[in-house]
Nanobody, 122 residues
Framework: QVQLVESGGGLVQAGGSLSVSCTAS????????MGWYRQAPGKEREFVAT???????NYAGSVKGRFTISRDNAKNTVFLQMNSLNPEDKAVYYC????????????????WGQGTQVTVSS
């Protein structure tokens, strides 16, 4: 089985910075894309950012220029640096990974972390 464990998050004032990270563990062959999603109270889960195993990134328009996603392939870890945070960024942030369980996997399996809370005070 594959587990995604997030760390970081917490409380920050508006305009401040915060970072979260997520490490994949378990038995698998490789990881394709890793990313972050978030869910605010009463809202649908939404895309934040994603990064491929070759380092190509994609961001939601609402975070572009403020958030930076990166990864350490050797450690199966993805990071999200969040700058210039505002109250609209308050949400539970979820890690996402597309994992090849074996060398013969045709379609990667998708996994989610348990979520980590990010709160921004105004």
């Amino acid at each position: 089985q594959v587990q995604l464990v997030e760390s970081g998050g917490g409380l920050v004032q508006a305009g401040g910075s915060l970072s979260v990270s997520c490490t994949a563990s378990g038995t698998f062959f490789s990881i394709n894309a890793m990313g972050w999603y978030r869910q605010a109270p009463g809202k649908e889960r939404e895309f934040v950012a994603t990064i491929t195993n070759s380092g190509n990134t994609n961001y939601a328009g609402s975070v572009k220029g403020r958030f930076t996603i990166s990864r350490d392939n050797a450690k199966n870890t993805v990071f999200l640096q969040m700058n210039s945070l505002n109250p609209e960024d308050k949400a539970v942030y979820y890690c996402n990974a597309h994992v090849n369980r074996t060398a013969w996997s045709r379609v990667p399996s998708e996994y989610w972390g348990q979520g980590t809370q990010v709160t921004v005070s105004s």
